[in-house]
């Protein structure tokens, strides 16, 4: 169903005809499909007020919420969403629809919390500041579900009030009681044309272009809930990278912000040579038209599939896959010690198949320098398995490293050779210059790319991040240059599109050195169909956007060693 949008140019809150039907009847879940609506639906004409005494108002939180609430504190002492909601599940034992719900009240009220705090802030009269911020994380939580879900008022503000009595106290019980009924007066749109009022165009002419180009950013920020910084971010690597023009900026910079705020859905990967595509779809996936070897699951545990559960398949991003693909797909020039002309992917719109004529010889080395969690390495595997080469996956952290292994393990069962490593990658090059056919170099990075996953990231990182990153990132492309042979390739991937982690870092590295290309990757990205993927940029690099691709935000440069 498209999208109803409202003046202002957000989705607006949505509203229900009532059914008389109770508590159990209608939430949407995070994915999309029915769930349990945790609360009566709303009655019109009857938003701001409680049919129930307050004698007979629950005491204790229901477990979706409270669930919802301990993954948003334990976020707040430096947690991860996505790695903590799964646990609270399990512990609270919450499944099926009740599991749906605390999903979707926890990534929204912690996505949207800069729309929401603006609001909260306006209703309660008074600065952030001077809100406990564990009373501050239960107005987000009522906040969302008065304004973002399909919760009744009367059910939004007496199930939050339990929550507050139970986790904050009944003093500031009161107070969340009646900051949500302030809440509940408007809905979305009117409160953001209060807190956020559009950027007046009629005069436009007459303004100072830089004030009503800051002032329309500034409100965008609000809007559609991210840092104003990051925003300004996006809209500089939207033009840089060529996903943008002048005349469209605006408009495509609105569908990104957009598309962080949208859940990501369920990416499979099917490694080649353990699982075919096929095999996911039987399971009830449908086959990807941008992966080759992906597969998109619209509803239902990953793990409840055969092939993932024993690391045949996995979940990885499109993009992610992509890249991987991309790098075994490049040329690499012949060497003495080649034995022939190593042409692998001399065309690019085939997947390899095995080795053979044109394809890579035996003992081709791969490296993947930053391996960790070790989704990428996982596909690098099984397609050096397929060509006959060997990869080295090499990680830092000794936890991630295990991670990696974990992952690798089904592809070495079935014959891949393949290595985990643990060091520092800015050593490798040193360590051994010029021994790799084919490096990967996917750099720690703010990670403005995956936004639309974890819900938290941009709440975290601050323009003070991209020095240290910046220096890091430049020291791992120098020792994957190092690394890589004569005629080898090197492959640099970031999960952010910001000019200080993309091509500023490439161009930095490349200029102080006269044995290095930077050639075209665009006919490297192929689509299901073979075609080459579509608005990837003016290149040579690449740039994938989610609300183009539907992938993370994944930047690739592909450089060759002379």
């Known amino acids: 169903m498209p999208e109803r949008r409202g003046s202002s140019g957000h989705e607006p809150s949505r509203r229900r005809q009532p059914s008389g039907r109770g508590r159990d009847s209608g939430h949407r879940e995070a994915g999309g499909g029915a769930g349990k ?23 204790r939180a229901d477990p979706a919420r409270l669930a919802a609430y301990t993954v948003m504190r334990r976020v707040a002492e430096g947690a991860f969403a996505n790695l903590e909601l799964p646990k609270v599940l399990r512990e609270h034992r919450i499944h099926g629809r009740d599991a749906g719900f605390a999903t979707e009240l926890t990534y929204g009220a912690t996505r949207l919390r800069g729309r929401y705090d603006v609001i909260v802030a306006h209703a309660a ?4 500041s001077r809100i406990d911020d564990a009373v501050l994380d239960t107005l987000r939580l009522g906040a969302h579900q008065l304004l973002g879900m399909r919760v009744e008022t009367h059910a939004a503000v007496n199930e939050t009030v ?50 009503l180009r800051d002032a329309r950013l500034a409100r965008l920020a609000v809007v559609e ?20 023009t002048a005349a469209t900026l605006e408009e495509d910079l609105t569908a990104l912000l957009r598309a962080d705020n949208t859940p990501a859905a369920v990416s499979l990967v099917a490694r080649p040579g353990l699982v075919e595509v096929a095999e996911l779809t039987e399971a009830g996936a449908t086959a990807s038209t941008l992966s080759p070897v992906g597969a998109l699951l619209s509803a239902g545990d990953p793990g409840a599939l055969a092939a993932v559960r024993d690391g045949r398949a996995a979940v990885q991003d499109e993009g992610s896959q992509l890249v991987a693909l991309a790098l075994a797909a490049a040329r690499v020039r012949p060497t003495a010690r080649s ?39 996982g596909l690098l595997s099984a397609l050096a398995h397929r060509q006959g080469a060997r990869l080295r996956a ?7 490293a295990e991670l990696v292994r974990r992952t690798l393990e089904a592809g070495i069962r079935a014959g891949a050779r393949a290595t985990v490593t643990v060091g520092d990658g800015r050593e490798v090059g040193a360590e051994e210059p010029g021994a790799y056919d084919r490096v990967l ?38 020792s994957a240059l190092e690394a890589a042979r004569p005629g080898g390739v090197v492959g640099y991937a970031t999960c952010s599109p910001h000019l200080a982690e993309t091509t500023l870092v490439v161009g930095d590295v490349v200029r102080k050195r006269s044995d290095v290309t930077v ?3 665009r006919p490297l990205f192929r689509d299901a169909s073979g075609a080459q993927v579509a608005g990837l940029g003016e290149g040579p690099h690449v740039q994938l956007w989610p609300h183009v691709h539907g992938t993370d935000a994944m930047f690739f440069a592909l450089l060759r060693r002379l």
Request: with cysteine.
């Open 394 to 400: 090499n990680e830092v952290s000794g936890h991630r």
């Open 125 to 128: 009269g008074r600065p952030l």
């Open 225 to 244: 809930s991210h840092p104003e910084w990051i925003v300004r971010a996006l809209r500089a690597a939207l033009l840089g990278h060529g996903g943008s």
């Open 37 to 59: 609506q945790h609360g009566s639906r709303r009655q019109p004409g009857n938003r701001h007020r409680s049919t129930q005494r307050p004698a007979e108002r629950s005491r």
């Open 519 to 521: 050639e075209d990757a």
């Open 441 to 478: 170099v996917d750099v720690p990075c703010t990670g403005l790319g995956a936004l639309r996953r974890r819900p938290e990231a941009r709440w975290r990182r601050t323009p003070a991040d991209l020095s240290a990153l910046g220096s890091l990132q430049r020291e791992l492309l120098t």
């Open 162 to 211: 339990a929550l507050a009595r139970q986790v904050n106290g009944s003093g500031a019980a009161g107070f969340v009681n009646a900051v949500l009924r302030r809440v509940s007066e408007r809905d979305l749109s009117e409160w953001l044309d209060l807190v956020a009022p559009p950027v007046a165009t009629e005069r436009a002419d007459d303004q100072d272009p830089e004030a």
């Open 339 to 377: 034995g022939g002309d190593r042409r692998t992917g001399s065309d690019p719109s085939a997947l390899p198949q095995s080795t053979g004529p044109g394809m890579a010889h035996d003992g081709e080395r791969w490296l993947d320098l930053c391996a960790g969690p070790g989704g990428k390495a």
